[in-house]
């Protein structure tokens, strides 16, 4: 009839035109993110602000992949004369390779594309590097840096250029195009948290005698 009451609507429909707070504030902070990452990617492409730059950051790119670190470990732990940096070295391979696993896993549940300001340039990738959370480098870079300022006897200049080169490697992400900048983030603090779990994970000759029998 023309003058019934208009029926109430689904909870559903009523949520959507009445979002959460929560639902407001998480959307108006992801747009934020997508709008300063953009603004951020000066190296992105040649023609991007900075994009005679963007050689210079591809190389800090390389210093951070995870292959490079992984070789050269390896080359280390082969070559060591020292039971004390063996087992360092150790820890260390086994640090990246728990934080290849690691991202790979959060970066295939989130499934989060790369920015579309990327061009997908990037030194050697597997299938998961299609998606952009977490940033690996970023993740990398924090285990990393704990890892040898925990672990190797290095004078202050040496100490701080560590910790540069972390927060390079990060920036440049976002700089490249390749991740927003809660990638990296993220990535930070996941990098940070995996550490711990390495320390609390140390690999030594009481622990696990079968891998150092290897060398």
Do not use: Q
């Amino acid at each position: 009839p023309a003058g019934a009451a208009a029926a109430p609507l689904p909870e559903e429909d009523c949520m959507k035109l009445n979002p959460s707070f929560v639902g407001i504030a998480l959307s108006s902070l992801l747009a934020i993110d997508l709008w300063a990452s953009k603004r951020l990617g000066v190296c992105a492409g040649e023609g991007s602000a900075w994009g005679s730059a963007r050689p210079l950051m591809k190389v800090i790119e390389v210093s951070g992949h995870g292959i490079p670190w992984l070789l050269g470990t390896f080359y280390g732990l082969c070559h060591s004369d020292s039971s004390a940096a063996r087992e360092v070295l150790l820890n260390l391979l086994f640090a990246l390779l728990l934080d290849l696993v690691m991202v790979a896993v959060v970066k295939g549940l989130v499934k989060r594309p790369r920015p579309t300001h990327n061009k997908m340039d990037m030194f050697v990738t597997i299938s998961v590097d299609k998606y952009s959370f977490p940033s690996g480098h970023a993740t990398r870079a924090a285990l990393v840096c704990r890892f040898v300022l925990r672990h190797l006897v290095l004078a202050v200049p040496l100490r701080v250029l560590v910790v540069l080169w972390a927060l390079i490697v990060s920036i440049s992400r976002v700089m490249l195009g390749r991740h927003n900048m809660t990638d990296v983030l993220f990535g930070l603090l996941l990098g940070y948290a995996l550490y711990s779990v390495v320390e609390h994970c140390w690999l030594s000759p009481a622990t696990a005698p079968a891998l150092f029998a290897l060398w």
